[in-house]
Each structure stands twice: as structure tokens, then as C-alpha cells.
């Protein structure tokens, strides 16, 4: 059981919390340390993690009371009954990523992501699976893949996305015109009711309600009150729910209705967004994996043409009829993940695309529907407008951009964001086109323009105005805006509800959308279930008002405080603009072979996400959590498992870059707080490293003699279970030489301090490739004029990582004029160490912005990047002999990774005759430089490399060889598997001469 507990201070209004500040719990280290005594799970009632849960991927900000993460569903009761006797709201919350503001409130948080995710049985039989709420979907979709199932409701925050957070929104997915909305796909639900006691809500015979059913007496009760209402209300029900599939608006009192012989009462629950029961176990509906898909993408000119053809196209049979429009393509195409899938399948300019899938186990069909698509856009006036997609990789990646479509939407900067608050309205197809075009011209009077896509296949299409929060006058747009939309909607009898929910944004329009008795029943469901209001109030009934900006994320006065930053954020418009990229959208949370975010996969906390940092950091800067809060403790604290993978700067689609965050604020830090003696060590090893390798024996005696390990971590923090680099007499030091032939192509070979001081043989490998290609490689001496003398080049990434970046930028100095005059002669720029050489193409633009610096950027390249350009080019063509080990496990270095260069490496290996090269597919190796020599960290260092990388080298043959370019990873392998890595120079220069196997 963890507390985290402080005092708290309330900065919120709103009615959603009036329970909770007549109780003047917020922060309340009593209640902390009363839930702390009841439960195993943890809780969390400090300043910072109340404002890590404050948000959303709304635009809402309330702070909680404190937050719980329960072990169990006995946690889940006990909190349940200590919230009662305290008068507490309570909130369930999965993986927080709700657009309408469900997910927040000045209640009791219980995150259930951490620890109640877990398949609770599962029949392949009857293909049905009963699961714990905080369960992800792609998480429960990989365990149902051997069995040939799935479940269908796909939305495309799969990632992150709960089973209990859909449930609580009735969530739809792309391919919800198949397969339905979350109410089609839930069979039951165990829940608890507000005050403790359990229930099942499934489906039953009415008389069964009645007569034969073994629960509580209030439950029998609750249920046939429940169903008197819908009787009761039938008519009103037919008269005003719209007769679409894409209704999640208000509570499902249509499943209560007579003409359900055997009413399903779980039915109530899904899409009732916490405010009715603790859903704690959910019976899900499985369906098998189609084995088949093709996927046609639809180009059209118009926008308006584009929103006509889909009435058309569903008549072909597909499962999912998706849009993407202009501005989401061009959006895409800017950032490094999409760029390369957006410019395979979208041909020219068009103004919008429609993604059209065909699903099935008879792949000749499949083929056949899709031809008829194409007959079917040549009728339309658009022969030619489709682009098939048949591989299954090619499709997937498509699918994955979509997926991303609001990440991608949000990735622009500035003060202007597509806002969330009318996405969801629905209108039958017919009409789509008409009301689109309207929809446009509101925008046009209110001077703004639409972001639009979605799903097509059933009129849901998420629009989003482009408005600034901030701003009062943008505030009032989004209100006229949604008045206006709403009754668009409601002319073409259609949901102002569609798939996300209703939350903050859209629940006071309920009256207008469903008349005044609706309303009445809907409190009247809220009172039954929950009569002291306390379960998610503010949601659904009774809620404030959508632009209560005292309710928002930027509230009225919202000011960032000025800071002197060390690095250039001009790009963002300053510091607080780069933080306020983050949307909260949470795909950070995500669990598959990508990198981001390797200290969150281990610990499953929000403080150690990338989310969850960046709502530190702007709570912080806009003086939320106090003075001083940017360079405190609990500041470095959540940063301090960030391991700078950068693999938030690719695979975050707003580009979070947190590593490069994370330098600014331990650079503030260092201004009042300072070093370690460790630290210091670790960042001046470039200056010192020339000079200690002459004590390199004295020096490795740390690991030799017995004791000397463990009083290292007593006075240094270095851990005694890790070995550290070994001190080389033989470093690299030929700085100022030239080799290979005269009249050869020019290179620069730039020497990093890690590869001269500790693997020396990886350059001499290098040297010997590269000559053997028949190029001239300069190894350079810094000139007279640089300052520092004639001590080696440094990138100055060891400085960076402690925050001295004036220290980093004088290294960074002498490196630019050192290679300035090669840069001015194109002469590529080649670096081993991955870290070391993009920080070359990244850092260093931030630290001396200027063209220089955006030069050498240019001209850098990584060892494989430069051999794989040339042998494209045909420049290069090395007499490569077969290996002694044909397969060549490889392992990706996460700045490889974050720049997107796995490929040149893979290609490179697999010129070498007979290579069988194949990728670990691991995020972080867990080393970090640093990171993994800590004493606090070891544990989280090692738990990094378990999760995937070890556990595959260890199955690794004794005649495959493992290839990291990374001088931390190949220490991870060491350690934690006993296997050496090499670096791909080695790899090559070995391929050279096959009787030295390890080359030079």
C-alpha cells in the first residue's frame, strides 16, 4: 500500500464538486491515511498527482479529492463504503483519455488501469469472456488472437482504451456498421451500487424479476422500479430517441421498454459514464477474426462529393467506411510516423478520402467487392479514385493513421486547437452531405474552419472548430457554435451523441435534444441507483455548464510564468507552448513493440508517463502547484524514470519531445539545487576521460575486488549490482589522421567519447568498412581556435543529461567549427554511438540555432545510414563474405528508433551473404546511459530489460549473434544475459575477412 498525502488547496469551482468542498476533503491526509489503512492498493493525495488527474483529453480541468489505484475489487468495496460515511463523490476512471470530460471531477478518482485488468474467464466456445474493468482492448484483443477472436469494438484508442472506460461510454469503433455499438457487444455486468451492495445486471425474463431470482431485496426493487419507468415512459421514448445505431446520448432507457420480453438491465449501465454503479467484472460478446481484409482508399476532389458517396458504398457490404480530409492528410504528412504511409496511398491533393473495407474469410469476395468499389466510383464520376491496399502491413499502416486521426488533428501548434465538443453528432446517411456543407457555413460565420473524419459508414463524423480556449471571445464562439450544430442535428432528426459520450460538453443538451420528461426520467434512473448523487455527479444529469470556463483547463487568468530557458523553444512560440502540446489523449499508455514509454510499461503509473509529466510540467509553469514547483522534488521526481528515449518525439502524435523538457528543467534545477558528486562524474566524463584512461587498471579494480562495488554505491549511488565500463589503455586516439586511398570519396569519422574510452575496436571496425569502400576518412583534431585545446570533440550529450547546458554548448561549439569546413564541402558527418550522433540532428539546433548548426544536422549521419545511401546509390559495393552466424538478432537503440533509421541498419546486415536478420521487438533496453548505473534506478533498469529485450536474447542460439549499436544497450545484454553484443561496424568488418570473426 502506497500514500502519497499533502494538504490540499482548492483552486476549482464548479457543481460538480459541491459534495466534496462542503467536505473540505481535497487533499486531506486524514481520508488519505483512512482509505491507506483499508485498502492494499495504493493512494495518492499530494498536489502533484491531484493535478496529474485533473485532466482529461477534454477540455476540462477539475482537481480531485485524491486519487485510489484499489489491487482488488475488496479495495473497490472498501473505498465505496469510506466514501459513503464521508460524504465523497466517487469517480471510476480507466485510461483517462475521455474528449467530453467524463473522466474528471472534484471526486474520489479510482484508477482502475493499474491492477484490475485481468481476463477474469473466457470461453472459445461460446466466444463470450468476462474481464475486470480497467482491462486495455488491445491487451484483451492479443490474448483472444491464439483462439482466432477478438472483440469488435475497435476504437481507435485500442491502445489505451478500457473495457470498463467503453462500456462507461458505449463506444462504437470504425467498424461499428458491422459489428455495433458497446450495448450489442456487452452480455453483463457485476457491479456495485453506490451504497456497497452488489448486483448483476443481465438479461432476464420480467417474470423472472419478479419471482425467481436469488439477490438483494433492494436490487429486486431497484430493478422493477427501473423497468415501471420504461412502461411508463415507452412512448415518449419512441417519439424522441432517434432511430439511429450512433445514439449514446442520456442513459438507455429504451432497454427497459415492454417490447423487450427479456430486458437486459446491463444495457442501462453501458454508456452511463460512472454516475450509476461501479461496473466491477463486464461479460463481453467475442467475434472471430475475419482471416481475410482488402482496403480500397477513395479520392475525391470535394468535400461535399466525398460525404455524398458513402449512402452508395455501404450497399457494397463493407465493415468500416471511414474519412479523412484534407487537413488531417497535410497534418499527417508533417509528421516523421506518418509521413511515408500518408505518401504511399494518398495520390495528389484531394480534398478528402474515404477508407473502404471488405472483411472476410472468402478473400475472392473480398477482391470482388473491392472491384465493384472501383466500378462503383467510375459511375460516380471518379474512375481511377481508388488506391488498393491488399497487404495485410500496407492496410495496417493505413489503419494506424486513422487511428491517430485526433493525435494528428491536435499536433498543431499555437493557441488554435480543434476543440471537442460537437464531434459526434450523427445523421443518416442521406443527409450527411446537406449537413456537412451546413455545418461548414457556421463555422464560416463564426470565422473558423472544421476539422473533420471518422466514420462515414454510419453519418458520425467527428468535426472539430479550430478555437482557442483561452481566449473569452473563442469561448463564446464554441457555445454559439454548439447551439447552432445541435439544431442542425435535431432538423435532420439525428444524435447530438454519437460515439464519445456526453460528459461536461454535452449534457445540458438533453432538453433541447430529448424534451424536458426525457430529462425528468433520466434523473429519475439517477435517483434510483444513486439517490445522494455522489457516483460521477455532473455528468449526464444535473450537469454545469459546457463553457463554464472555471471548469476548464484554461481558466480565466491563465498565465504561464516567464522563464529564461536554456534551450530554443521557438519553434512551440516558448517553453509552456511546447507543454502545452500535450492533449492528453494518452497514447503513451500503450503496450505494443513501439518505444514510448518505457518507465511507464514497468511501473503503470501515471506520474511516470509522458502524460502525466507534461501535466506536471504545465501545472507547474502556470503556478498551479505553487511557487517554486518547477524545480522542486516532486518535479524531479516525476521526471526522474524519464530515461530520454525520445520515442514520445515519434510515436506521440502532438510530438511531446520530454527528453528535451526534461534538460530545460533540470537546467532550471541546477541554478539552486546542486549536483552529485555522481552526476558530476557521469557528465564530465568526456573532459576527464583522455587523462583516466592512463589509471585504467587502479580504476577497474572496482569490479574486481570484493567490497570496493558496494562502497561505490554507498558514496556515489552507483549500483554494486552493475559492472560499469571498462577503462581502456588502448582508447582510440587518432585524432588528426587520414586513411584510406587519395582521390576517395571524403567522410568525416566523428570519435565519441564512449567508443574511444571504452570500445576503441568498434571505430577501428568502422575505419576499416569504410576504407575498404574505398573512401577517404578524416578523423579530426579540434582547430587552434576552439576553445578547450586539443581534448577530443564531445557532442555534449553527457552534459545535456544533467542539465549543464552551457557546459553542453561549449562542446557544442567547438564541434560546429571544428566540422564546419567539411560541412561547407557536403562531407558527411558519421557517427557510431547513436545518442552521441543525433544529438547532432536534434539537440544541438536547440542549444546554437543558426545554419551552421542546421548544416552539420543535415550532413549527420549514423554509420548504417551512410553505408545504406551509398550502396543505393551505387557508390559502394563491399566483397561481404558469408558469417559464422547466419542469424543476426538485432536490437534498436531508442534514438534509432525515435528517428526512425531501424531500416538502413536492417538492410545494411542484410547485404552480408546468407543473413538472416531479425528485430527484437523491445522498447527501451533500460540502460539509458546513466540510468541503469543508479542504485535507485537498477531495479527499474533491469525490469525495462525484462519486459522484452533479455528474455529474447537469452533464446538466442549460441551460434546467432546479437548486434546493438548502442554502447548502453550492449551493456544491458551483458549484464542481464551474459551475451556480447556487437556493434554493426564489427558486424561488417567481420563479413570483410571471414577468418577474424568480430573484425578488427
Not at 126 to 144: K, M, Y
Not at 353 to 359: G, K, P, T, Y
Not at 409 to 432: H, N, Q, R, T, W
Not at 744 to 749: A, C, I, P, Q, T
Request: net charge neutral.
Amino acid at each position: 500500500m502506497t500514500i502519497r498525502s499533502t494538504a490540499g488547496r482548492s483552486d476549482t469551482e464548479g457543481a460538480a464538486g459541491k459534495s466534496a468542498r462542503q467536505a473540505g476533503a481535497k487533499g486531506d491526509p486524514r481520508i488519505a491515511a483512512r482509505i491507506g489503512r483499508a485498502i492494499e492498493g495504493e493512494v495518492h493525495f499530494d498536489a502533484f498527482s491531484r493535478g496529474r488527474y485533473s485532466t482529461d483529453a477534454s477540455v476540462y480541468q477539475i482537481e480531485p479529492v485524491g486519487v485510489v489505484v484499489p489491487k482488488t475489487i475488496a479495495d473497490v468495496a472498501a473505498v465505496i463504503e469510506i466514501a459513503r460515511e464521508e460524504g465523497l463523490p466517487l469517480l471510476p476512471r480507466g485510461g483517462g483519455s475521455s474528449q467530453c470530460g467524463q473522466t474528471v471531477g472534484e471526486a474520489l478518482v479510482l484508477d482502475v488501469s493499474k491492477y484490475l485488468n485481468n481476463v477474469i474467464d473466457f470461453d472459445p466456445g461460446s466466444a463470450t469472456a468476462r474481464v475486470q474493468p480497467g482491462i486495455v482492448l488491445d491487451s484483451l484483443n492479443a490474448f483472444l488472437k491464439p483462439e482466432g477472436l477478438f472483440f469488435p469494438v475497435d476504437v481507435s484508442t485500442s491502445s489505451r482504451a478500457t473495457i470498463g472506460g467503453m462500456s462507461g461510454n458505449n463506444s462504437c469503433g470504425s467498424r461499428s456498421l458491422r459489428y455495433g455499438t458497446m450495448r450489442d457487444n456487452v452480455a453483463a455486468i457485476d457491479a456495485i451500487l453506490a451504497d456497497g451492495t452488489p448486483a448483476r445486471f443481465e438479461e432476464v425474463g420480467r417474470d423472472q424479476i419478479k419471482y425467481g431470482r436469488n439477490e438483494p431485496s433492494q436490487v429486486r426493487e431497484l430493478i422493477i422500479r427501473l423497468l415501471s419507468l420504461g412502461d411508463r415512459e415507452a412512448a415518449e421514448i419512441d417519439a424522441r430517441f432517434p432511430k439511429l445505431m450512433r445514439r449514446v446520448g442520456g442513459y438507455n432507457i429504451d432497454a427497459l421498454t415492454p417490447e423487450h420480453a427479456r430486458p437486459n438491465l446491463a444495457h442501462l449501465l453501458v454508456g452511463s459514464e460512472g454516475t450509476l454503479a461501479f461496473s466491477s467484472a463486464i461479460d463481453v460478446k467475442l467475434a472471430r477474426l475475419p482471416t481475410k481484409k482488402v482496403l480500397g482508399v477513395c479520392h475525391f476532389p470535394s468535400f461535399y462529393q466525398a460525404m455524398s458517396a458513402p449512402q452508395h458504398i455501404v450497399k457494397l457490404g463493407p465493415s468500416a467506411v471511414e474519412l479523412v480530409d484534407r487537413t488531417m492528410i497535410e497534418l499527417g504528412r508533417e509528421i516523421p510516423l506518418f509521413r511515408p504511409v500518408v505518401d504511399r496511398f494518398v495520390r495528389g491533393r484531394p480534398e478528402a478520402i474515404l477508407l473502404v473495407e471488405f472483411a472476410g474469410d472468402d478473400h475472392e469476395e473480398n477482391l470482388r467487392r473491392l472491384a465493384a468499389l472501383g466500378e462503383l466510383m467510375g459511375d460516380l464520376g471518379f474512375r481511377g479514385g481508388v488506391v488498393e491496399a491488399l497487404e495485410p502491413e500496407f492496410q495496417q499502416s493505413i489503419w494506424e493513421v486513422r487511428k491517430q486521426g485526433l493525435n494528428i488533428m491536435m499536433s498543431m501548434k499555437g493557441d488554435g486547437k480543434p476543440v471537442s465538443f460537437i464531434e459526434d453528432c450523427a445523421v443518416a446517411l442521406e443527409d450527411l452531405a446537406d449537413y456537412t456543407a451546413r455545418l461548414d457555413e457556421v463555422f464560416a460565420q463564426h470565422g473558423t474552419k472544421g476539422t473533420w473524419y471518422a466514420h462515414a459508414s454510419v453519418g458520425c463524423l467527428h468535426v472539430r472548430p479550430v478555437l482557442n480556449m483561452k481566449s473569452e471571445i473563442e469561448v463564446g464562439k464554441m457555445r454559439a457554435i454548439a447551439e447552432e450544430a445541435f439544431a442542425l442535428v435535431r432538423e435532420y432528426k439525428g444524435s447530438h451523441s454519437g460515439e464519445h459520450g456526453d460528459g461536461l460538453v454535452r449534457s445540458e443538451f438533453h432538453q433541447p435534444m430529448f424534451g424536458a420528461r426525457m430529462v425528468e426520467s433520466f434523473k429519475e434512473v439517477k435517483n434510483l441507483f444513486d439517490p445522494d448523487g455522489r457516483m460521477n455527479p455532473g455528468k449526464i444529469v444535473d450537469p454545469p455548464k459546457m463553457d463554464d470556463r472555471s471548469l476548464f483547463r484554461y481558466k480565466p487568468g491563465y498565465k504561464t510564468e516567464p522563464l529564461e530557458t536554456a534551450l530554443d523553444w521557438s519553434g512551440w512560440g516558448g517553453f509552456a507552448g511546447a507543454v502545452e502540446m500535450c492533449n492528453n489523449n494518452g497514447a503513451c499508455r500503450k503496450l505494443d513493440a513501439g518505444v514510448m514509454c518505457p518507465s511507464y510499461r514497468v511501473t503503470r503509473d501515471e506520474q511516470h508517463l509522458t502524460r502525466g509529466r507534461a501535466n506536471s510540467l504545465r501545472l507547474a509553469i502556470s503556478g498551479q502547484l505553487g511557487t517554486g514547483a518547477l524545480t522542486s522534488d516532486a518535479m524531479r521526481e516525476a521526471l526522474d524514470l524519464c530515461v530520454s528515449c525520445k520515442g514520445c518525439k515519434r510515436e506521440c502524435p502532438t510530438g511531446v519531445d520530454m527528453a528535451r523538457m526534461k534538460i530545460e528543467v533540470q537546467y532550471q534545477r541546477s541554478k539552486t539545487h546542486r549536483l552529485s558528486l555522481r552526476d558530476r562524474l557521469v557528465a564530465y566524463l568526456p573532459r576527464y576521460a583522455p587523462w583516466a584512461r592512463h589509471f585504467g587498471p587502479f580504476l577497474n579494480l572496482r569490479d574486481r575486488l570484493p567490497g570496493l562495488a558496494a562502497l561505490s554505491e554507498r558514496l556515489l549511488g552507483l549500483s554494486a549490482h552493475r559492472r560499469l565500463p571498462k577503462w581502456r589503455r588502448d582508447s582510440f586516439n587518432q585524432d588528426g589522421e587520414t586513411f584510406g586511398p587519395d582521390g576517395g570519396r571524403e567522410v568525416v569519422l566523428f570519435a565519441d567519447t564512449f567508443n574511444r574510452a571504452f570500445e576503441p575496436e568498434n571505430l577501428k571496425a568502422a575505419l576499416r568498412v569504410l576504407t575498404a569502400g574505398g573512401y577517404r576518412v578524416h578523423l579530426l583534431r579540434p582547430a587552434d581556435a576552439v576553445e578547450g585545446g586539443k581534448r577530443p570533440l564531445c557532442c555534449g550529450r553527457t552534459f545535456l543529461a544533467a542539465g549543464l547546458v552551457d557546459e553542453a554548448r561549449t562542446e557544442a561549439r567547438r564541434l560546429v567549427a571544428t566540422f564546419k569546413p567539411y560541412v561547407d564541402r557536403d562531407v558527411p558527418i558519421i557517427g557510431l554511438e547513436p545518442s552521441c550522433l543525433f544529438t547532432l540532428r536534434d539537440e544541438l539546433q536547440a542549444m546554437l540555432p543558426g545554419d551552421d548548426s542546421r548544416k552539420l544536422g543535415e550532413q549527420a549521419l549514423l554509420f548504417e545510414e551512410f553505408l545504406d545511401r551509398e550502396m543505393d546509390a551505387g557508390h559502394l559495393k563491399l566483397p561481404l563474405h558469408a558469417l559464422p552466424a547466419q542469424r543476426l538478432w538485432l536490437h534498436g537503440h531508442c534514438h534509432q528508433k525515435a528517428f526512425n533509421v531501424m531500416g538502413p541498419v536492417q538492410r545494411v546486415l542484410g547485404r552480408i551473404p546468407g543473413s538472416d536478420v531479425r528485430l527484437i521487438p523491445s522498447s527501451c533496453c533500460g540502460m539509458a546511459g546513466a540510468f541503469g548505473y543508479q542504485a535507485e534506478t537498477y531495479a527499474i533498469s533491469m525490469a525495462m530489460a525484462e519486459s522484452a529485450l533479455l528474455p529474447k536474447v537469452r533464446q538466442a542460439g549460441d551460434d546467432e549473434w546479437i548486434v546493438a549499436d548502442g554502447t548502453s544497450c550492449r551493456h544491458q545484454i551483458a549484464d542481464g544475459a551474459g551475451r556480447a553484443a556487437l556493434h554493426v561496424a564489427r558486424v561488417l568488418a567481420a563479413a570483410l575477412d571471414k577468418d577474424q570473426p568480430g573484425g578488427a
